[in-house]
């Protein structure tokens, strides 16, 4: 299984991005995806998570702004990030646990600017 997350970038206080993950390999039906942040000098902390059910949970840091969705192209997963905040600021990683197993993509950089 491989992960490849894409769509970080800068972005000034208030405004929006889109994360994509886009899984391959042997994918199984029953899954979750969830999307973790490092921000710099802390440790990695869970964003949003999405089970192959569709059922969604957030931290609290982000409920109201971030969306975690799966996407029409199979074994996709995005996270909308809005009324984004400089705290924001951190590395994005997804995240699929299938089968007991964890499996974690590279990560993709967000910079919000105050």
């Known amino acids: 299984v491989q992960l490849q997350a894409s769509g970080g970038g800068l972005v000034q206080a208030g405004g929006s991005l889109r994360l994509s993950c886009a899984a391959s390999?042997?994918?199984?039906?029953?899954?979750?995806v969830a999307w973790y942040r490092q921000p710099p000098g802390k440790q990695r902390e869970l964003v949003a998570i999405?089970?192959?059910?569709?059922?969604?949970n957030y931290a609290d840091s982000v409920k109201g702004r971030f969306t975690i969705s799966r996407g029409n192209a199979e074994n996709t997963v995005y996270l909308q990030m809005d009324s984004l905040k400089p705290e924001d600021t951190a590395v994005y990683y997804c995240?699929?646990?299938?089968?007991?197993?964890?499996?974690w993509g590279q990560g993709t950089l967000v910079t919000v600017s105050s």
């Open positions: 995240n699929l646990k299938q089968r007991s197993r964890h499996y």
């Open positions: 390999g042997t994918i199984s039906s029953i899954n979750a």
């Open positions: 999405v089970s192959s059910a569709g059922n969604t």
